[in-house]
């Protein structure tokens, strides 16, 4: 079979697990599991910034990163099909008491105008207004289509929002997969953002968790809403050697994903039924427009051994990861050109 429904299918592998069982470890809420200490340091260090906290998903660590700079009855601003909004169950709502500001992005990236003109602030509208404090910016874009920022927009949308008092959070769930597209190191891309989040579970293959990374002012306030949250955790420096074999083992390795996946979309975009924005496949993802109802594709990849999601009803997507090989880009490939033909 070819697992293409996420790059979150990936399992560890024997080096990693062998880093897992060799782990020293000790009681994280008490501060001294040094593995972790170790995994926190170390990805601080790579993004340029004071401290770093190891939480147990993407979804938490952007939680904590928006309760910890917000107030409840604030607005943050977000591109419309984010993760923030789409994939994370209200959280912003229920966990922070805020309300967002959908900025429409262009394959899934925000235009530094369009998030000045989405920023609302409640000083000198009556009271009328939230206050927005908050911009978060997704990069790579999931819904995009797995696209990157210019460097330009990133470091101008930082600019504008701290320029209306507003912080800014960087969702970098796939960062790396953005620093190996881009060739931009990934200090640069977080050079002017308050937060940023990093998922190990994604591309870079670890079975369990994400850093938040940020000052240590920051980092100390989000310390203790991840506790309120339920994130503490024990001896998880079981969790954390993982992560630290995944940064450094299987950052490079993403271009290998990177160049399948566009050379699966160069393939599916010649077929008659089968449509691919191959400006978008930047990364590790592909969005493939179908003709026929995209549950019906998904269903007859899936009796051919395929295996993938559908995102709305003739959209469905393939993501590539460490555990997809040539001959798996093969098997979707052939099976796309079946169902091209019936």
């Given at each position: 079979?070819?697992?293409?429904?996420?790059?979150?299918?990936?399992?560890?592998?024997?080096a990693?697990?062998?880093?897992?069982?060799?782990?020293?470890?000790?009681?994280?809420?008490?501060?001294?599991?040094?593995?972790?200490?170790?995994?926190?340091?170390?990805?601080?260090?790579?993004l340029?910034?004071?401290?770093?906290?190891?939480?147990?998903?993407?979804?938490?660590?952007n939680?904590?990163?928006?309760?910890?700079?917000?107030?409840?009855?604030?607005?943050?601003?977000?591109?419309?099909?984010?993760?923030?909004?789409?994939?994370?169950?209200?959280?912003?709502?229920?966990?922070?008491?805020?309300?967002v500001?959908?900025?429409?992005?262009?394959?899934?990236?925000?235009?530094?105008?369009?998030?000045?003109?989405?920023?609302?602030?409640?000083?000198?509208?009556?009271?009328?207004?939230?206050?927005?404090?908050?911009?978060?910016?997704?990069?790579?874009?999931?819904?995009?289509?797995?696209?990157?920022?210019?460097?330009?927009?990133?470091?101008?949308?930082?600019?504008?929002?701290?320029?209306?008092?507003?912080?800014?959070?960087?969702?970098?769930?796939?960062l790396?997969?953005?620093?190996?597209?881009?060739?931009?190191?990934?200090?640069?891309?977080?050079?002017?953002?308050?937060?940023?989040?990093?998922?190990?579970?994604?591309?870079?293959?670890?079975?369990?968790?994400?850093?938040?990374?940020?000052?240590?002012?920051?980092?100390?306030?989000?310390?203790?809403?991840?506790?309120?949250f339920?994130?503490?955790?024990?001896?998880?420096?079981?969790?954390?050697?993982?992560?630290?074999?995944?940064?450094?083992?299987?950052?490079?390795?993403?271009?290998?994903?990177?160049?399948?996946a566009?050379?699966?979309?160069?393939?599916?975009?010649?077929?008659?039924?089968?449509?691919?924005?191959?400006?978008?496949?930047?990364?590790?993802?592909?969005?493939?427009?179908?003709?026929?109802?995209?549950?019906?594709?998904?269903?007859?990849?899936?009796?051919?051994?395929?295996?993938?999601?559908?995102?709305?009803?003739?959209?469905?997507?393939?993501?590539?990861?460490?555990?997809?090989?040539?001959?798996?880009i093969?098997?979707?490939?052939?099976?796309?050109?079946?169902?091209?033909?019936?």
């Amino acid at each position: 079979m070819a697992d293409l429904r996420s790059d979150t299918v990936t399992k560890p592998c024997s080096a990693m697990r062998a880093a897992i069982a060799a782990a020293e470890v000790g009681d994280d809420v008490l501060g001294d599991d040094p593995t972790i200490l170790a995994l926190e340091a170390k990805i601080a260090t790579m993004l340029g910034k004071e401290a770093a906290l190891f939480v147990a998903s993407g979804t938490m660590s952007n939680a904590v990163a928006i309760r910890a700079q917000t107030q409840p009855g604030d607005e943050i601003i977000t591109e419309s099909t984010s993760h923030i909004y789409i994939y994370e169950g209200g959280g912003f709502a229920a966990l922070s008491g805020c309300s967002v500001a959908l900025v429409k992005g262009h394959s899934g990236l925000m235009k530094p105008s369009d998030v000045e003109d989405a920023i609302r602030k409640s000083d000198g509208s009556l009271g009328h207004f939230p206050n927005g404090s908050l911009v978060c910016v997704e990069n790579t874009s999931n819904r995009g289509g797995g696209t990157c920022y210019s460097l330009e927009d990133l470091d101008e949308i930082c600019r504008i929002a701290h320029s209306k008092n507003c912080k800014t959070h960087l969702d970098g769930a796939r960062l790396f997969n953005a620093v190996v597209a881009t060739g931009v190191d990934a200090a640069r891309i977080a050079q002017d953002f308050d937060t940023v989040s990093i998922c190990l579970s994604k591309g870079l293959g670890a079975p369990v968790g994400s850093l938040l990374v940020g000052s240590a002012a920051d980092i100390e306030r989000a310390h203790r809403w991840r506790k309120l949250f339920g994130g503490g955790m024990r001896q998880a420096g079981i969790l954390a050697a993982a992560g630290l074999y995944a940064l450094e083992n299987n950052i490079e390795r993403l271009a290998l994903d990177h160049e399948r996946a566009l050379r699966f979309a160069t393939a599916i975009n010649g077929l008659a039924n089968f449509s691919v924005n191959l400006g978008d496949v930047q990364t590790n993802m592909c969005y493939v427009e179908t003709v026929a109802p995209a549950i019906d594709v998904v269903a007859a990849l899936a009796d051919r051994g395929v295996y993938l999601f559908d995102t709305s009803p003739h959209t469905v997507r393939v993501v590539t990861h460490l555990d997809v090989d040539d001959a798996d880009i093969d098997r979707a490939i052939t099976a796309f050109k079946e169902l091209d033909n019936l």
